[in-house]
């Protein structure tokens, strides 16, 4: 009987790991915040190096995608979480990410870093 017990435990613990978001590896930077990201071109390496350090792992990309499909309501009581998770999710974050890494790369001047 406890043997029963215990596995809904460790069923309800995983399944609050990966619904709060304690899972993560990383903190993202919202879409809306990469979208708005402003260059300055004389903190050219620091911005680059904050850039790169807030790019998804797959893990990330993977439970953004969990999130989506097992939190629908989200898409009415918190649009703004739920839009991040789909872009998150879908790999558009990281390509808005690398769209400013390359802007910051090609115009600015500065050493190669």
Partial sequence: ???????????????????????????QMSYADINYFKMDCSKRNEQIQMLQSMQSTEDDRLLARV?????????????????????LGSGRTDAYIQYQIQDLVNFCPGKQF
């Fill in 67 to 87: 999130r989506v499909a097992t939190q629908p309501w989200l898409q009415f009581t918190d649009p703004d979480q739920f839009t991040n998770d789909v872009y």
């Fill in 1 to 27: 009987m406890w043997r029963k017990y215990g596995l809904v435990d460790g069923i309800s613990a995983i399944a609050v790991i990966f619904c709060s978001g304690c899972a993560s590896t990383s903190r």
